[in-house]
């Protein structure tokens, strides 16, 4: 199965979550979307990663992001898992996992966003299956693939980074606008190489040339 890249089609699927079955792109509907993988139920380091993604629910909400995750795991062990999670999530602030959890014990899913692991021999489960690593798609709605992310296993994910690009992509999508390195939010942007002078004074009157092929504005965004 080849790879996928940035401006496939995400691939259509079905499959059996905590909050009920799916049809992935129908359950993406006109929203944007991340799905993010997990090696396995009860394991330390995800535990954290849904607390914090549940902890954040409002953040995804008002930029039109759905999320659901998927571990190699049955609905039953998920279940009792997402109640660990809100358990330990407490600690740190109010935690509870509304947004769905796909069961993939089989790993159809996994094979089909090549999400297995495939550095560690080792690390599989008792039935042989390797496991997933953490893997991150951003997808649009018109479900394409924006971003990729791999991490190790033993690596926990930075949220933070993930919704800045969902920013980025959507302010890009929207204005005729590139974001430069470590960009945030309200910071200046780079006018695209696209856009002529004579339109950027109209679309950006305060922007600057730096070089002739980087220009930056200012953007008011909500």
């Known amino acids: ?31 944007w979307a991340i ?5 396995g ?28 995750g998927i571990s190699a795991n049955g609905l039953e062990e998920h279940h009792k898992w997402v109640q660990d999670i809100n358990s330990f999530g407490a600690k740190v602030g109010p935690t509870d996992v ?12 996994s094979v089909l966003y090549d999400m297995l692991d495939e550095q560690d021999a080792t690390n599989r489960d008792n039935k042989g299956l390797p496991f ?18 791999a991490y190790p296993a033993s690596t926990g994910r930075n949220f933070d980074e993930i919704i800045r690009v969902i920013d980025s992509l959507q ?12 960009w945030k939010k309200g910071d ?14 109209t679309l950006f009157p305060e922007f600057t040339q730096h070089l002739p092929y980087l220009r930056t504005t200012p953007l008011k965004v909500e």
């Open 1 to 31: 199965m080849p790879a996928l890249r940035l401006g496939n089609i995400a691939p259509d699927f079905e499959a059996d979550t905590t909050t009920g079955p799916i049809k992935f792109h129908e359950w993406i509907g006109d929203s």
């Open 35 to 39: 799905l993010f993988s997990h090696p």
């Open 41 to 68: 139920d009860f394991t330390p380091v995800c535990t954290t990663e849904l607390g914090e993604v549940a902890r954040r629910a409002e953040d995804f909400k008002k930029r039109n992001v759905k999320v659901i």
């Open 98 to 109: 509304q947004y769905p959890i796909i069961a993939d014990p089989d790993r159809k899913v």
């Open 132 to 149: 997933t690593i953490r893997t991150v798609f951003i997808i649009d709605p018109k479900k394409t693939i924006r971003l990729t992310l």
């Open 171 to 182: 302010i890009g999508d929207k204005h005729r606008v590139t974001t430069p390195v470590n």
């Open 188 to 201: 200046d942007v780079i006018v695209h190489p696209t856009v002529t002078n004579d339109e950027a004074k």
